[in-house]
């Protein structure tokens, strides 16, 4: 594929078909990231694609915009994060730590100034100067893989990683305190629906719902043993899960029950995302898969 590296502007005929791992709405602009550097930008509804100018080739793994939809930051392997300041047309190297074993799995940005970037065995970095500077912080006293950092309708912000960690910050990332987990299995993300109702899923379709901000847990019957990497819910309520061995599965009831999607996927999903047109962007091994809207 010619724009594999992402090291030149150039468009894309169609989806792009790499392996895309994350990607995010900012303002008219769809931005996508994934292996070797690649970050694809498209500006029409997933119609056409643009690879962003970035001379860095470590796989990318998280990216988020701040409100303002100009500044943004992209995180991945090799202790890398990356910053934007046009929309993600163009792509600087802001840090890179000194140990390239590190990886970032997730980066959520608050505001234009505070960014939060976590990854693998307990990784986790913060800035409040709009990434100039990043400090590190030690959230657990283990070295638990943080996989996927949310932020709930009233500002509450999740943390979901292995070994049944959940955990729950209220003053914007300063503090973290413990969400006691319904079993001892890697959690791939926390969704919050409103302050009390909250989805968390992870490994062989384990899927778990609150009405109390996790205080309890109520197991939700999901029909395939696989990861679930992904759960969004969309303008009309209805929450979508994405994962391996092409599983999408739906829920209308706040996450009570879910039911297989039947979708033209073939592989594995990493992330969906709703896109301005109401249609759902599958982001995973096949690249950029566009689905209608859930019926």
């Known amino acids: 594929f010619p724009c594999l590296l992402a090291v030149a502007a150039c468009a894309a005929a ?10 995010t709405v900012a303002g008219a602009a ?26 860095e080739t470590a796989t990318l793994t998280g990216v988020t915009f701040a409100p303002d939809a100009l500044r943004g930051w992209a995180v991945g392997h090799d202790a890398l994060i990356l910053t934007t300041a046009d929309a993600g047309r163009t792509w600087q190297k802001q840090w890179q730590g000194e140990s390239l074993a590190d990886s970032f799995l ?46 709930g309708p009233t500002g509450t ?12 910050s209220r003053d914007r ?9 319904a079993y001892a299995g890697s959690f791939y993300g926390i969704l919050a629906l409103d302050a009390r109702t909250v989805l968390a899923h992870g490994l062989r379709g384990h899927g778990f719902r609150s009405v109390d901000d996790g205080a309890s847990w109520a197991l939700v019957a999901t029909p395939q043993p696989v990861l679930l990497a992904t759960a969004a819910k969309i303008k009309s309520n209805v929450i979508v899960f994405g994962g391996h061995a092409r599983a999408v599965l739906l829920s209308r009831d706040q996450g009570a029950t879910v ?24 982001l995973g091994e096949a690249g950029a898969t566009l689905l209608p809207p859930p019926r």
């Open 173 to 181: 990332g300063t503090t973290w305190a413990r969400i006691p987990a």
């Open 30 to 55: 769809i931005v996508v990231v994934g292996e070797r550097g690649a970050i694809f930008r498209s500006v029409d509804n997933a119609r056409t694609w643009q690879a962003a100018v970035s001379a």
């Open 157 to 168: 912000l999740y943390l979901a990683g292995e070994q049944g960690t959940l955990l729950r």
């Open 259 to 282: 039911s297989v999607w039947n979708t033209a996927l073939t592989t594995a999903v990493a992330e969906l995302l709703e896109i301005p047109d109401g249609r759902i962007l599958a």
């Open 106 to 151: 997730d980066v959520l940005a608050l505001d234009d100034q505070r960014v939060i970037a976590v990854g693998a065995y307990g990784l986790c970095l913060a800035s409040t100067d709009g990434g100039q500077t990043w400090a590190r912080r030690k959230i657990l006293d283990e070295d638990y893989h943080f996989n996927r950092l949310s932020r």
């Open 14 to 23: 169609s989806a792009p078909r790499v392996l895309l791992l994350d990607g």
